[in-house]
């Protein structure tokens, strides 16, 4: 399983990051994508991260603000948010991927094997 951790409340302009920790498994057999969905909208990629961490993709929507990233040797990816936003308030999930694909655009996953349990992100002053 993927554990999510960090999440909370944040004011405008300000910084998160999520983590997302395999469990009972290598992370590096996976590539890893971040979604999230906000009350009474469709769930939204937001991008991923190739096995090795050497290809990332983003969506226009968080380019320049979100990074992903991810340490095998820690068995967990992360998701840094900057100059967040009230618009980014969701839950955020991680998802991976046996296929090891990261695709530039769509769902950026060819298939989720494995989801996160999901973390609540609010931006509110």
């Known amino acids: 399983q993927l554990v999510q951790s960090g999440g909370g409340l944040v004011q405008p302009g300000g910084s998160l990051r999520l983590s997302c920790t395999a469990s009972g498994f290598a992370l590096d057999y996976l590539s890893v994508g971040w979604f999230r969905q906000a009350p009474g909208k469709e769930r939204e990629g937001l991008g991923c991260?190739?096995?090795?961490?050497?290809?990332?993709n983003y969506a226009d929507s968080v380019k320049g603000r979100f990074t992903v990233s991810r340490e095998n040797g820690e068995n967990t990816a992360y998701l840094q948010m900057n100059s967040l936003e009230p618009e980014d308030t969701a839950i955020y999930y991680c998802?991976?991927?046996?296929?090891?694909?990261?695709?530039?655009?769509?769902?950026?996953?060819?298939?989720?094997?494995?989801w996160g349990q999901g973390t609540q992100v609010t931006v509110s002053s």
């Open positions: 991260i190739g096995r090795s961490g050497s290809n990332t």
């Open positions: 998802a991976g991927d046996l296929a090891g694909v990261c695709y530039p655009n769509g769902d950026y996953l060819s298939s989720v094997d494995y």
